[in-house]
């Protein structure tokens, strides 16, 4: 089987137009060897690997928000560090043509009624800033992408058809991308759901996931994206009873089947209620013992490599290699050297570039692709 993370085969008789879509594609080694054209034809969609960025909306908090939490910060207690949420992200356009993000995340906040996130209940008590969204879209029903209701709400994207719409563009405008993994986190809790104290003050308890959500989930998904566009479970399976028989008999698709198309995989709340649903658009991280689950989530891939690798023949697999701003502050390639190791074929970081109010620590492959181009 060829392994993709290492050899990458290139025609030099037609080098600039391959140089298109392996820019599209993560690598860690690449030995270029002439005439072969077939070992790209025939790469399967688990033997890529790809950047994805984590909370991929998200914005930093404000300044003078992150100064409040300061305040507070031993009562709020080591999960609660305002540190923690300390990092933002570029819009996906800038994401994907200038770091080569392949995978993004989506927190995605039920709101059936409209208007349960208007209001950012921490600026009460902030001089200066504002506690309500004018924006018209936040007074509609309709799917809202924030991190932390009231606390951690800054956002390149209101809505969940905001960023479907932005990737949309970028897709349409590169249509012989690798597909782009889309996770969808669907949000179960909020701070107000443990504390009576600041349901009193105003903020709002989170609105759990149901069918008729999941059924709302998938309209807002194909109001935006086409079927070819998609990739989706029914795709994978095929003719077969399960999704593990098609693995197993035939193997992933190959990569040049899925270019330019989304794929949309669910983490969080209720999912099992989803997991019922004939023929669904969005595939979901599920149990390795699941004949109908796809993709795995291994989020700490440190003392796991071997675990991981030996799942990724059957299973796309993703995994951290940062979080809550740690590896930044202290530089720490710890996780990211785990996460090569482990072959897992999504790796998801906030630190595609670096945050130099702290160190040079960022992870990617951008260096890999200038190789390619030099040669």
């Not at 924030?146 to 479907?164: G, K, P, R």
């Amino acid at each position: 089987m060829l392994q993709v993370t290492i050899t990458v085969f290139i025609n030099t008789k037609n080098k600039k137009a391959l140089i298109r879509v392996f820019t599209s594609i993560s690598f860690i080694f690449i030995c270029l060897l002439s005439y072969s054209q077939s070992a790209f034809d025939t790469l399967q969609l688990n033997q890529i690997r790809v950047i994805a960025s984590h909370n991929s909306y998200k914005k930093h908090p404000h300044p003078k928000a992150l100064k409040f939490l300061k305040k507070f910060q031993r009562k709020l207690g080591e999960q609660n560090n305002p540190d923690l949420i300390d990092y933002g992200h570029l819009p996906f356009g800038e994401q994907f043509t200038d770091y080569n993000v392949r995978g993004v995340e989506l927190d995605v906040n039920y709101d059936p009624k409209g208007k349960h996130y208007k209001r950012r209940r921490i600026n009460l008590f902030i001089c200066g800033q504002k506690q309500r969204i004018r924006t018209q879209s936040m007074k509609e029903p309709g799917f809202k992408l924030l991190h932390i209701s009231d606390v951690d709400f800054e956002t390149n994207y209101l809505t969940l058809i905001d960023a479907l719409r932005d990737i949309k563009k970028w897709s349409t405008e590169n249509p012989n991308h690798v597909p782009i993994f889309i996770n969808i986190e669907a949000k179960g809790s909020h701070p107000a759901d443990d504390s009576k104290t600041l349901r009193f003050l105003g903020f709002k308890k989170c609105i759990p996931f149901d069918s008729a959500a999941y059924v709302s989930l998938e309209a807002e998904i194909s109001s935006v994206f086409t079927e070819n566009e998609l990739f989706k479970p029914e795709d994978l399976r095929m003719s077969y009873a399960s999704i593990e028989d098609r693995v197993l008999n035939e193997g992933w698709p190959t990569l040049k089947t899925c270019l330019g198309r989304v794929i949309f995989i669910l983490e969080g709340n209720n999912q099992r209620i989803y997991r019922a649903f004939k023929n669904p658009l969005m595939f979901y991280y599920g149990d390795q013992n699941d004949p109908n689950t796809a993709f795995l989530l291994r989020n700490n891939p440190k003392g796991n490599e071997h675990e991981i690798s030996s799942l990724t023949k059957r299973f796309i697999i993703r995994t951290r290699c940062d979080a809550g701003t740690v590896e930044s502050r202290n530089n720490d390639y710890t996780l990211w050297n785990a996460a090569l190791n482990s072959n897992a074929q999504i790796i998801s970081t906030d630190y595609y570039r670096p945050d130099l109010r702290w160190s040079s620590y960022k992870v990617g492959f951008t260096e890999i692709f200038e190789t390619i181009k030099q040669n």
